[in-house]
């Protein structure tokens, strides 16, 4: 029997080229984990105090959050008041040009913050801001 040329070309094997593909998702994979913006967060929500003079800290990389019970959180980890100390000592030395922001809560004692500020004093934290919410007029 006579076989026609399009009969002739169905009969190889069709493959995909799926290199170019799996370039094309691999650059865009490079691209969005180079373009994401990696946000630290405390570990806890914290209801802080309004203030209309704060100002945006741009180095803001060290973060310490006081909860309204005067628990002590540092990435997402309880921290004992005694090892508060050590923790930003870790941190600083990662990031020595950050400022620490303490997110205190608004219900949280004044000797629980003044204790992260002397930790933070003592460590050797020199840019040292405290986290407020913008207040509406």
Not at 42 to 71: F, K, M, Y
Request: charged residues 20%.
């Amino acid at each position: 029997m006579k076989k026609f040329a399009w009969q002739q070309d169905n009969e190889q094997e069709l493959n995909v080229d799926m290199t170019p593909m799996l370039d094309v998702v691999f650059i865009l994979l490079i691209f969005f984990i180079v373009t994401a913006s990696f946000i630290k967060e405390t570990g806890i929500d914290v209801n802080r105090p309004q203030a209309s003079t704060g100002q945006q800290q741009e180095t803001a990389s060290l973060l310490v959050a006081l909860s309204a019970d005067d628990s002590i959180w540092i990435d997402g980890r309880k921290i004992d008041p005694l090892s508060v100390r050590a923790n930003i000592e870790r941190l600083h030395s990662e990031n020595p040009q950050g400022t620490l922001v303490i997110q205190a809560d608004k219900m949280s004692r004044n000797e629980t913050l003044v204790t992260v500020m002397d930790a933070a004093r003592a460590a050797g934290v020199v840019n040292l801001a405290i986290a407020t919410s913008e207040r509406a007029q």
